[in-house]
């Protein structure tokens, strides 16, 4: 029988359910506040040693000599490693594009600066890093290339010799008659868009314990995870090993947003434990190694955009010319970020056809990682500058020139050209309550006034989609396999009633172990309490992916239904064998199981769940005696990509519209946001207090890419923003206080009808704000077409602006 | 091996004397050999503020203070704050308004609002963004954690307690 999981809260076996839906209080907290929660970094082995690594302070060299021996006679110094070691024991790192990896610790050259080197293993962190500046490396410096277009020119240093061009991948993608559509269009509107480098930045950095097992051959490695499966067969194919003797034990972690990294890290440390003869390495990545090459860097992109227009301000066709920086190889996956565009490509708007050309790019910088959002973020914030472009030029306000393009509700499910199906939707809804919410008319009355003083006052109204749920085939056209991402669970009852939930996935900040116990004690009819989630290494756990790309909520809801339901049934069986009646007469109901109407006949599920346990001979013949399932769920419909990587990928698609009153000092150049109202629909709340908690995490983040964050390099390729001092997070005083509304239209395709929501307002902040600065700067006549909009970039913009008008 | 030097210290009420490499950072002291892991380390140069710590009462960044320099000193760290009749009312107002999401940020703020609270009961918004401005959360977005400390203040003077743990 097919397993059933409900697709709409009504359908849980409960009359009212007490906690999905609600703003429960998380259960990942106590440990959290209290500091107990096992963090990587507080972990101890006994024998354990502790690595540091040497990085290149070059960003394009050839390694002429290595010489670590005054290293290796200071005292406490177990091992050194360097290239000659990784050569001998392992194989370049798997890479998107495919054969675009290297070796993680390089033996003829660095390819940028932070690259590993040399690792030393040592009683203490201190000593290791005593260790490093005894080892000598004599350099010879190469021609180094940092600007990706220099890089594709013939005659460029080649940053991986072996592939004979720095060019990754080069693609032109049609969806539909894009040439037809611009030939037909009214009005034809281009602009150029830089989106610099930023990136994830959790405050927890990457860190790991490895082992090497000297007698299985096999590997152990204790990490701040977010994938762990993933990150067990990457090492499976670096080290050579079979995949079933890797085993990743995951930890909690203090944040990821895609960019945790670590896959070096953990391979040099795997190194020094097999030169050891298996002792446990302790690699903890600082915070200046992180941001030179770590997971951190993301999207570094130059943009051309077109898009057609009719005289009513219907936008028909889209052109969209990417050269996307990729770094000295594939390794961070950051490619990926450049094909998940194609699950949104034309937002949430009717346009019907759209082009996509696309070059990575290899320099000689840290290789791009993803970041939440994965890549859209730079799509949407240039797709609604156009939009905004197009509107001001025919004299249609901005808000409504989106509503004229909008995807109408009666359309879902819809199919965008470049090949995803977008589930469920209202736009105008949500754009009518933020509108209202906003009180849209009076913000652009009152920016008339500001006008009128000379103030640069400037209001964005900006929409975008949330692909959720992603699939693997989202990324194939950049080389990445497979169709489907399994995520299991376990549900595990015992004798007394109580529940245990076995998770692949460690605590890492979105609240996904609340969401199960919520689940789990709706399902069953239980209190929270009597519900525990625990999770398993890769080696125990059911296929299971865990956080990334707006999956997590929905999959996991998924496995975990699946799971309780398996169950019921086992259990129904039980009670109809106990109530002589078939299974199909037995219902389960606020945690009873039992024949509807006949209260003589109803059994609490402890009851049952005991008899299962502990009253074998009370049980039917062919019962399976275990009150314990295990589901693994994974998005249906799913197809691999055809000709023109046009596929299903992301299962949902939640939307927003956010609405940004800001002000720009034109003395400093300095953005001062005043208002910030957003709508969203991501379908069913299954816990309304982390939906919010991530819509404004993710808005913070993205006032930080609009306004704040960016990796600047030299042309030698020298980053120039090492520390937090000169890479800027957002603070408390940057990020705004939110006015957040609502609109639920459930998916209907996906469990309880929730729609992934994990990335958020990213989609959407940057392009608003970038937005509301434009508009600012309309009565100066100039635009900002570059990200961040720091206040240098805004002063001088304002500043060439008025001495232009000053000598016109 | 550099010579090594006697501290002495109370932490969390509890006496500590040990031998240290005078270049040791406090928050390696706490850390490893007291074995104190709940105060964090995220950047190591001061910015973040997740290595905040009360030294003697007042804010320090563990990560830029050598172990030795807090010789003598009484400190308080993130595991100080609940007593075994439960959770401290700033810890149970993070909880209540979701102030954290993967919480690792969270000791600093809490030893940050310690600090503020014992001083100034009742601070306006501008005065807890004042002192939170050193902290970074990259989870949140600061909105709960700015309705936290209102829950916090709320409860503190519900409870009529000061926000510092006495100093045993
Ligand atoms: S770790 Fe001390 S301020 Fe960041
Ligand atoms: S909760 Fe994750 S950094 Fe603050």
């Known amino acids: 029988m097919a397993v059933k999981i409900p697709n709409s809260i009504d359908e849980l076996p409960t009359s009212s359910p007490r906690f999905i839906g609600h703003r429960v209080k998380r259960v990942e907290d106590t440990g959290l506040v209290t500091g107990r929660t096992e963090f990587i970094d507080n972990v101890s082995m006994t024998g354990m040693l502790h690595c540091a690594i040497l990085r290149s302070p070059i960003a394009h060299a050839k390694i002429e000599k290595i010489d670590v021996s005054a290293a290796l006679d200071l005292p406490g110094v177990v091992a050194v490693v360097t290239g000659e070691d990784a050569a001998k024991w392992s194989h370049p790192a798997a890479s998107s594009p495919d054969g675009w990896g290297t070796y993680c610790l390089p033996a003829d050259k660095v390819r940028f600066v932070g690259e590993p080197v040399a690792a030393v293993a040592a009683t203490s962190r201190y000593i290791a890093e005593d260790a490093l500046e005894l080892i000598e490396i004599e350099y010879e410096p190469l021609d180094v290339v940092s600007d990706p277009v220099a890089a594709m020119e013939d005659g460029s240093p080649l940053v991986i010799e072996e592939r004979g061009s720095n060019v990754m991948l080069q693609r032109v993608f049609n969806w539909g008659d894009t040439d037809a559509a611009f030939a037909a269009a009214d009005h034809v509107f281009s602009e150029k868009f830089r989106w610099n480098r930023l990136g994830a930045n959790p405050i927890e950095t990457y860190g790991c314990i490895s082992e090497w097992d000297p007698t299985e051959l096999g590997i152990t490695v204790r990490g701040a995870f977010q994938s762990p499966s993933h990150m067990a067969l990457g090492r499976a194919m670096t080290f050579g090993l079979p995949s079933n003797k890797v085993r990743m034990i995951a930890h909690p972690h203090g944040g990821s947003f895609g960019g945790k990294g670590g896959v070096r890290g953990t391979d040099v440390s795997l190194l020094l434990s097999r030169k050891t003869g298996g002792r446990p390495i302790k690699w903890i990545e600082d915070r200046m190694e992180y941001l030179a090459a770590g997971g951190s860097q993301a999207w570094d992109r130059r943009y051309e955009f077109s898009i057609a227009v009719t005289n009513d301000g219907i936008v028909t066709g889209l052109k969209v010319k990417l050269v996307d920086d990729i770094g000295a190889n594939g390794e961070g996956f950051g490619a990926i970020s450049a094909a998940k565009p194609l699950a949104a490509f034309t937002g949430p708007y009717t346009i019907g056809a759209a082009q996509y050309d696309l070059s990575l790019v290899a320099t000689n910088k840290a290789p791009a990682s993803p970041y939440r959002g994965m890549g859209p973020p730079p799509h949407n914030f240039a797709l609604e500058q156009m939009m905004d472009i197009a509107a001001r030029s025919l004299g249609i306000d901005t808000a409504e020139f989106r509503r004229r393009n909008f995807i109408p509700k009666d359309a879902f499910p819809y199919i965008i050209p470049s090949g995803n199906e977008y589930d469920s939707g209202d736009y105008e809804a949500v754009l009518d309550k933020v509108l209202a919410l906003s009180e849209y008319e009076k913000l652009r009355e009152e920016q008339k006034l500001a006008r009128e003083q000379g103030r640069l006052v400037g209001i964005g109204v900006a929409s975008a989609i949330e692909p959720g749920v992603f699939d693997w085939n989202a990324y194939a056209v950049v080389g990445v396999q497979g169709t489907g991402v399994p995520e299991g669970a376990t549900v595990s009852i015992d004798i007394l009633g109580k529940v245990m939930v076995r998770v692949g996935f460690a605590l890492e900040g979105q609240g996904q172990y609340t969401l199960v116990t919520q689940l789990v004690a709706d399902y069953f009819g239980l209190e929270m309490e009597d519900v525990s989630v625990t999770m398993l290494d890769t080696a125990s756990a059911p296929p299971a992916f865990g956080p990334g790309g707006s999956r997590l909520g929905v999959a996991i809801t998924g496995a975990v239904l699946g799971a309780c339901d398996r169950i019921r049934v086992k259990m129904c069986k039980v009670v109809a064998g106990l109530m002589q009646t078939e299974p199909e007469n037995i219902q389960l109901m606020d945690g009873v199981f039992g024949i509807p109407g006949v209260s003589e006949a109803q059994m609490p599920m402890a009851q049952v769940a005991g008899t299962m346990l502990g009253a074998s001979h009370l049980l039917p013949p062919d019962v399976d005696p275990r009150p314990e399932a295990t589901h693994v769920w994974t998005a249906a419909g799913r197809t691999p990509v055809d000709e023109e990587g046009r596929t299903k990928s992301y299962l949902t698609a939640a939307h927003a519209v956010h609405i940004v009153l800001l002000e720009i000092d034109p003395d400093t150049g300095m953005v001062e946001i005043q208002k910030y109202v957003l709508v969203d629909d991501c379908g069913t709340r299954l816990n309304p207090a982390t939906v919010e908690g991530q819509t404004q995490g993710s808005v913070a983040q993205g006032i930080g890419a609009a306004l704040l964050e960016e990796y600047v390099y030299d042309e030698d390729g020298q980053l120039l923003t090492s520390t937090y001092m000169d890479y800027l997070l957002p603070t408390i005083h940057d990020v705004p206080a939110l006015v957040m509304g609502e609109v639920v239209t459930p998916s209907p395709f996906s469990p309880l009808g929730a729609k992934g929501c994990g990335e958020g307002a990213i989609h959407t902040t940057p392009a608003a704000v970038m937005c509301a600065i434009n508009d600012a700067l309309v009565p100066l006549g100039t635009r900002a077409n570059e990200v961040p909009a720091a206040p240098n970039r805004l002063w001088k913009l304002i500043h060439t602006a008025r001495e232009n008008t000053s000598s016109d | ?168």
């Open chain 2, 1 to 168: 091996m550099a010579t090594m030097k006697t501290v002495r210290m109370k932490v969390n009420g509890v006496t500590h004397e040990s031998e240290v490499e005078p270049r040791t950072t406090l928050v390696d002291f706490l850390r490893g050999p007291l074995a104190l892991t709940g105060t964090h380390v995220g950047c190591e140069h001061g910015v973040c503020g997740a290595c905040t710590i009360l030294v003697d009462g007042r804010t320090a960044r563990s990560c830029l203070m050598l172990a030795v320099q807090a010789d003598g000193a009484e400190i308080t760290t993130v595991e100080g704050l609940a007593t075994p009749e439960g959770l401290h009312p700033i810890q149970q107002a993070f909880i209540e308004e979701h102030g954290l999401q993967c919480g690792f940020c969270t000791p600093g703020f809490l030893m940050s609002l310690v600090e503020l609270l014992s001083e100034n009961p009742d601070p306006s918004d501008a005065e807890i963004k004042d002192v939170l401005g050193g902290q970074i959360c990259r989870c949140t977005g600061y909105q709960s954690i700015l309705k936290s400390v209102h829950s916090a203040i709320a409860k503190l003077r519900t409870a009529g307690v000061a926000a510092q743990p006495p100093l045993a």
